[in-house]
């Protein structure tokens, strides 16, 4: 008698961004494994929608720089001008919704002497207190797969009366949400499509490598027992798992000739079922960033227009885009920036942004 299965391995799956506490750890991890920020960066590297979204995103944000109000692109570090350290914070600001800053106080403590930007996705925070509204411990690796080998640095809040920590800057962005300590990501909705964009994107490279067959099926004869069964499954999975994993039909027969015999099942969906799918997923994702025209981010492939018939939609997009979307959002993030800017000069202060004008380009 042959013993046969089938089953899927699954690719990239779809992570939900909460905080789970753990006494062993004196700070909340962010996600089930602590690695929910090491997720949105594969994320990124995965979809290619996605990730334009975001670096163009950070580019008309960014536009030709800032500078303090009456001082100009100041440096805030020996080697760092306000400038260099803005463009940084805005790549965290939109793909974690958050940034960090390590604060370096003068020697009397009367000023900020240097700011230096922390990837956001190398920090956690420590537990909240009882009656705190904000974490004042952060915590600080290289690879939170592995601490073990990584050493964690700790971090207090910023406070010039503290001379025994380094200290940190943290900033999240409010948006309703269960998390106390972590931000949800400014396109936190886009998440399932993101992922599936990376999906179908990977299966059609995957299926090219194999010319265009992408099922496995494997015989094994001798009659196993139920355990030496599972320990091959699981061999198998060990094997092909993850984003280059594929569907796998495996069966155990006595002897070749009660191998069983397989009759191929055709699709029932074209190439143009996946072109539909993509593009569903490619809207969303677009959707989720808050993008009105795949234009502005050199997509045309939605429109039949080429780029030259196009301008006026141009305009209209990236004045909407940057007045009712980025302008916002920059608002919020500038007065978190302010608060720290004021402690190093000494006086309150204003970030000036210079937004590159596009009308001008097209």
């Known amino acids: 008698m042959t013993n046969f299965e089938a089953f899927n391995i699954q690719g990239i799956e779809i992570k939900p961004n909460v905080e789970t506490k753990n006494k062993r750890y ?3 991890m962010w996600g089930v494994d602590n690695l929910y920020a090491q997720y949105l960066l594969e994320l990124k590297e995965n979809s290619p929608i996605h990730s334009v979204a975001c670096d163009s995103t950070v580019t008309m944000s960014f536009g030709e720089g800032v500078e303090i109000e009456g001082l100009g ?3 805030v570090s020996k080697m760092e001008t306000i400038s260099g350290l803005y463009h940084k914070i805005l790549y965290d600001f939109y793909l974690f919704g958050g940034y960090a800053l390590e604060i370096v106080w003068s020697r009397d403590r009367t000023s900020i002497a240097s700011i230096y930007h922390i990837p956001f996705q190398k920090v ?3 537990h909240l207190g009882m009656d705190e509204k904000e974490p004042d411990t952060f915590f ?3 690879d939170w797969s592995d601490i073990r080998r990584n050493p964690i640095i700790i971090y207090g809040d910023v406070n010039p009366e503290n001379k025994e920590q380094r200290q940190l800057f943290y900033y999240k962005r409010y948006v309703p949400s269960e998390n106390d300590v972590y931000p949800i990501t400014p396109y936190q909705s886009g998440i399932p ?3 599936l964009e990376g999906e179908i994107f990977d299966w059609h490279k995957k299926s090219l490598e194999n010319n265009l067959t992408p099922n496995l099926f494997i015989s094994l004869f001798g009659d196993a027992t139920e355990s030496e069964r599972n320990r091959v499954k699981q061999e198998l999975l060990d094997v092909y798992s993850g984003k280059d994993g594929q569907k796998l039909m495996l069966s155990f027969a ?3 000739e ?5 009759t191929p099942i055709q699709s029932t969906v074209g190439d143009g079922y996946y072109v539909d799918v993509l593009g569903y997923a490619s809207q969303s994702v677009l959707t989720s960033w808050q993008i009105s025209s795949p234009l502005l981010l050199g997509i045309h492939s939605f429109s039949s227009n080429p780029f030259s018939q196009n301008s006026d939609e141009l305009i209209v997009a990236t004045k909407h885009w940057l007045n009712y979307i980025i302008k916002p959002k920059l608002k919020g993030l500038n007065e978190s920036l302010e608060i720290v800017l004021s402690m190093k000069y000494n006086q309150p202060v204003q970030i000036v942004n210079k ?3 596009f009308s001008q380009l097209l």
């Open 73 to 75: 692109n100041v440096l």
């Open 193 to 195: 499509a993101i992922v």
């Open 258 to 262: 009660e191998a069983p015999q397989i």
């Open 254 to 256: 006595p002897t070749p």
């Open 355 to 357: 937004f590159t004008d």
């Open 124 to 126: 956690r925070c420590g």
């Open 26 to 28: 004196d700070y909340v």
């Open 140 to 142: 600080y690796c290289d």
